[in-house]
Each structure stands twice: as C-alpha cells, then as structure tokens.
C-alpha cells in the first residue's frame, strides 16, 4: 500500500485547514443513515466527507449498514416474519444480496414508531421537507453496495470513510476485499479506511492501494498512540467516551483539564486526531472546544448545522 496521491494524507499535512467536518453515515440527521440519500445532503452541506459503515452480505457482497442486523434500519421483520433467522435479529451476514437489495431501508427514519437514530429520535422530523419525507416513506429506498457508495462519492468529487465492522467472525480477508474494491473503481486517493479491530486496519494498510488507514478507538489510553503506529495508521478516530468530557446542557458536554491533556497525548503520535460522534455544533459549543484543542476533524450526524 502507497497511499500515493491520497487526499486524505494531503489533507492532514496542510496546515492551517478548517476543521473537518465528516458527516457521520451522511445526514443523519434529514435523511436515512449509510444511504446515497444521507450522502447526498452531506454534500450539500459543504462537509469534508462522508462516514459509512460496511458489511458482508451471506454471499459475499459488501453493504453499506451500521448494524449487524438488519432489523433496526429495515421492514426485515416485515417481509420475513416467520423466517428463522429472526431469532437472531436478522444478521446480514445470513442474507442473500438478492433478499436485502429489495428491503425498504427509508420509512423506519420518519415513521412514528421513533427507533434510535430515526428523525423523530433526533428530534429533526419537522425539518424534512415534505417531499423528502415522502421520499423516505415510499418504500424505495434502498441498502447501498459499496459499490454505489463509491460511485457517489466519485461523481460527487467528494471523499469518504470507509469503516470496516469487526466481529469475533470477521478475519483480514475482510479488509484484502474492501481494499480490493476500492482499487477495482480506481477511487482508492479519496478513501480512508477505518476499524476498530488491530488486525484489519494492519492488514488494509498492507493491502494495494492509494487508500489511507485510521485506528478506531473507544478508550484513549497512554497506549493508544503505540497501538495505533503499529499497524500503521495514519490518523486516529477516538470516541467522545474517552475524552473525559463534562456534562454541560440537555446532553451536550464540554471539555475539561483532563480532555485537554488526553489530546495532547494523543498528539505526541504526530497522527492527526479525530473525534467522533459530535453534535453540539453550535457557538462555544464541544466542536469549536475541539477545535481549539487542535483535533483534525469531527463526525457529525448533523452535517448541515448552520
């Protein structure tokens, strides 16, 4: 791996450039998380790049979804009531492209029923226009592909995160075949890939490409720098969990002593930081805290805040 060109890597070592603002699985705050929708009002909103999650289909596809099951962003349970595999939540590793290609991935974000991560749960419902939220509502929407994903992002001039999910079943080969991918499209200088798992970000960073790697971490340790130069990554994504952060308003939070000597750690590594997930995105708030804190970029599902 060469990382050649990557403008992901240019970007880190251009002083002076505003803080990043990745939108976390797209809008996720006005559109469906992980689909071209979200990516596509990202976009719009002028952020850095986009955030996505990706898993393996039962044949071998490579989706773009947060979660190990379906059950949470899908009608799966709808159109396989009675299916085994309900039992256990409908993981998508046990699902045949062909089975999730026709789910509706879109009304679960504006129904009443109000699941984590919906636009009623992040309080934004009201701020989706009409014909959106009839979009959303019309069954149509759909899981991506990595494929599409990339395709998007491409035709967008945009750039993108791609966070490979871990698990207890999940080996190396998984990062050989999403780096395999990315090269396949010729789009590897817009990717950063990201994992919490050691061994993938290892193994994406050996794999050929001019894609970049980032170390995922919910915990920011005196050893996280280590860990993190050896298996090569090329910047640091730590949660908000980690930072130590004070309780300030109706959930929002505010750095400390403690946060600020956490990043200055982290710092040591020279690998740019960035923090996920923030939302307070308004004046004074944890992101310009951040800022001033030097972090290289934030997550957020609320790309748009103005």
């Known amino acids: 791996m060469n990382g050649?060109?990557?403008?992901?890597?240019?970007?880190?070592?251009?002083?002076?450039?505003?803080?990043?603002?990745?939108?976390?699985r797209g809008d996720s705050f006005r559109a469906p998380?992980?689909?071209?929708?979200?990516?596509?009002?990202?976009?719009?909103?002028?952020a850095f790049a986009w955030e996505l999650d990706v898993q393996a289909t039962r044949d071998g596809v490579l989706i773009v979804l947060h979660d190990d099951t379906l059950?949470?962003?899908?009608?799966?349970?709808?159109?396989?009531?009675?299916?085994?595999?309900?039992?256990?939540g409908y993981p998508a590793s046990a699902f045949l492209w062909e089975e999730i290609e026709t789910l509706d991935a879109g009304s679960w974000f504006v129904?009443?029923?109000?699941?984590?991560?919906?636009?009623?749960?992040?309080g934004t419902l009201d701020l989706i226009a009409p014909a959106?939220?009839?979009?959303?509502?019309?069954?149509?929407?759909?899981?991506?592909?990595?494929?599409?994903a990339l395709e998007l992002t491409?035709?967008?001039?945009?750039?993108?995160?791609?966070?490979?999910?871990?698990?207890?079943?999940?080996?190396d080969e998984a990062a050989r075949k999403v780096a395999a991918a990315i090269q396949t499209q010729g789009i590897g200088s817009r990717v950063l890939i990201s994992s919490f798992d050691q061994g993938l970000v290892a193994a994406a960073r050996q794999a050929?490409?001019?894609?970049?790697?980032?170390?995922?971490?919910?915990?920011?340790?005196?050893?996280?720098?280590?860990?993190?130069?050896?298996?090569?990554?090329?910047?640091?994504?730590?949660?908000?969990?980690?930072?130590?952060?004070?309780?300030?308003?109706?959930?929002?939070?505010?750095?400390?002593?403690?946060?600020?000597?956490?990043?200055?750690?982290?710092?040591?590594?020279?690998?740019?930081?960035?923090?996920?997930?923030?939302?307070?995105?308004?004046?004074?708030g944890l992101q310009d805290q951040l800022d001033a804190l030097g972090v290289a970029g934030i997550f957020t599902d609320d790309p748009s805040h103005t």
């Open 4 to 24: 050649r060109g990557n403008r992901w890597l240019a970007s880190f070592e251009t002083p002076d450039l505003p803080l990043r603002i990745i939108a976390h």
């Open 33 to 46: 998380e992980n689909t071209l929708a979200a990516a596509e009002l990202g976009r719009q909103a002028g």
């Open 71 to 88: 059950e949470r962003t899908t009608n799966v349970r709808a159109r396989y009531r009675d299916d085994p595999r309900g039992a256990n």
């Open 111 to 122: 129904s009443s029923a109000g699941r984590a991560r919906s636009a009623r749960d992040f």
């Open 132 to 148: 959106a939220r009839a979009q959303y509502a019309s069954g149509m929407i759909r899981v991506p592909t990595l494929e599409n």
């Open 154 to 171: 491409e035709r967008l001039d945009w750039l993108v995160n791609v966070e490979i999910k871990g698990g207890p079943e999940v080996g």
């Open 208 to 284: 050929e490409g001019d894609h970049a790697v980032a170390l995922l971490s919910e915990t920011a340790g005196p050893e996280l720098a280590a860990q993190a130069r050896a298996v090569g990554a090329q910047a640091i994504h730590v949660g908000t969990s980690a930072l130590a952060l004070a309780r300030r308003d109706e959930g929002n939070f505010t750095a400390t002593a403690e946060t600020r000597a956490i990043i200055m750690r982290l710092h040591s590594s020279g690998l740019p930081i960035l923090v996920y997930t923030v939302n307070d995105r308004e004046p004074g």
